[in-house]
């Protein structure tokens, strides 16, 4: 038995040894209170999606929010500006980085089964990636190096502390010489790469910090993607519908729309100077299988696929009971791993509060707009965000076509952050 299925085992001896032990004293365990939402704070949520869209930003949305036994769904909206066809609840959207956590449940999945170790260097897996150097300076010369420390391990990819990810400044060479490969800026299904040519090309640059020094964006997902797949010994494509969209019910999500299903793709828009246009290339790009399938970025889906996978992280079971996951694996994703000062580092694309477990987002102190401490969950640049709240048992997905354009959440989100708590009982 693995050291996660051992604690989970623990856990569960424990409970029932505390519940008959109440029953033996004479006492009935406490009745769990029913997780429900109220009317008027349903009334008061749908009310702001609907004013959020009757000013165009977005044209149209999908919002759902679940407690206990109960899912609210509201498609609001259309799928164009011009406000035809309707937003249907299966409308399908480029969920983008909230693909992340997905790739994240792939890898420990396979830790549990010893495939993949946290405290392992990925050199056996990903031999390009040994003997690292690193630039001196991130806005340095590309031959300005040191030698790594360490190696990379996998829980440094899992914490997006691997030492590559996202710069800002657009003039340094590290910048200019990432600006076709994926993982470094926005989502692109049509780059020339596959997993093993897009591995070679990483392991012919340095490392923009030293592994475990700071927070790097996106680029670990895809690090992660692969090392899945070859851990596998399967496409990640595979991997996910096998032990993860098949037996969650994900039936609408995947790396690409296929052609009986391109009618419910919605259009991605992107705000210029005040004015929402198609977000042209990319409402095109998800339509035909992608060469490289991006596990920081690729997948699109449903409200109520993305659903199914919300309500799956609080327990790590499949609707048929089957676990899928153990609960020792789950904290250790959502439970934040980043220092205060790798979280302010990072601030301007987790947010005020948030920090990093070892596979998506953590809420450690309050966001400006209402999503308390202990959330979990992660948001996608295309237009779309998810949390799950333990303590109150909440799961909030919004997807809306409207590209973030800034760190700053459109006001559609952050008002739907505010009313998914408002609307708890």
């Given at each position: ?9 623990r856990?569960?001896?424990?409970g029932?040894a505390a519940v008959t032990g109440?029953?033996?004293?004479g006492r009935?365990?406490p009745e769990?209170r029913?997780m429900q939402?109220?009317?008027?704070g349903?009334?008061r949520?749908?009310?702001d999606?609907?004013a959020?869209?009757a000013?165009g ?12 036994d109960?899912t ?6 259309g799928m164009t500006?011009s406000g035809q ?5 299966d ?7 909230m693909?992340?956590p997905i ?6 999945m396979?830790?549990?089964e ?5 405290d ?9 990636l040994?003997?690292?150097r ?10 300005d190096t040191?030698p790594a420390a ?5 829980e ?6 691997l030492g590559?990810?996202?710069d800002?400044?657009p ?14 800026g926005m989502p692109n299904?049509s ?10 090309a990483m392991?012919?640059l340095?490392l923009q910090a ?6 790097l964006y996106t680029?670990?997902?895809?690090v992660l993607g692969v090392l899945?797949?070859?851990a ?9 519908q096998?032990?993860?969209l098949g ?5 609408d ?5 296929p052609?009986?299903?391109a009618?419910r793709?919605?259009t991605g828009?992107m705000n210029d100077?005040g004015?929402?246009?198609p ?13 490289f399938?991006a596990?920081?970025?690729?997948l ?10 919300a ?18 694996s789950l ?16 601030e301007?694309i987790?947010g005020?509060g948030?920090?990093?477990?070892l596979?998506?987002g ?7 707009y209402g999503?308390?401490?202990?959330a ?8 779309t965000?998810w949390f799950?709240?333990p303590?109150k ?6 997807l809306?076509?409207r ?6 959440p459109?006001s559609?989100?952050k008002?739907?952050?505010?009313d ?5 009982g």
């Open positions: 038995m693995s050291e996660f299925a051992w604690m989970s085992r856990h569960a001896l424990i029932t109440l029953a033996a004293c009935k365990p769990k029913a939402f109220t009317e008027t349903l009334a949520l749908e009310a999606l609907k959020n869209v000013k930003q977005p044209p149209g949305l999908v919002a759902l929010v679940a407690r206990g109960q609210h769904i509201w498609p609001v909206g500006l066809p309707p937003v249907a609840r409308t399908i959207f480029r969920i983008a980085s693909t992340k790739t994240a449940v792939a890898a420990w396979l830790i549990e010893g495939k993949l170790k946290l392992e260097p990925i050199d056996r897996l990903a031999p390009e040994a003997n690292r690193v630039l001196k300076r991130m806005d340095g010369p590309l031959d040191v360490r190696p990379i391990t996998l440094d990819v899992l914490s997006f502390r590559w990810g996202i800002f400044n003039d340094a060479p590290f910048v200019k010489a990432t600006a076709d490969l994926p993982g470094f299904p780059a020339p790469y596959t997993p093993d040519s897009w591995m070679k392991g012919a340095p030293q592994p475990g020094e700071r927070w680029a670990g997902a895809n899945v797949a070859r596998a010994g399967k496409p990640l494509e595979t991997v996910f096998e032990r993860i037996p969650l019910g994900m039936t999500t995947a790396f690409y729309c052609p009986e299903k009618s793709l919605i828009y100077n004015k929402l246009v977000f042209a290339p990319y409402n095109d790009m998800f339509l035909k299988a992608p060469r399938p596990g920081d970025s690729g699109v889906s449903t409200a109520e696929d993305f659903g199914g996978f309500k799956f992280l609080f327990s790590g079971l499949a609707p048929d009971g089957k676990r899928l996951l153990s609960e020792a904290k250790a994703m959502t439970t934040n791993c980043l220092t205060p000062a790798q979280m302010k580092d990072g301007m987790l005020s948030r920090g990093w477990g596979g998506l953590v809420q450690v102190a309050a966001s400006p999503v308390q401490p202990g979990f969950g992660w948001d996608g640049g295309f237009g965000s799950n709240d303590a048992g909440l799961t909030a997905i919004m809306t076509q590209v973030f354009d800034s760190p700053d459109p559609a989100h008002d739907f952050w505010r998914a708590y408002g609307a708890v």
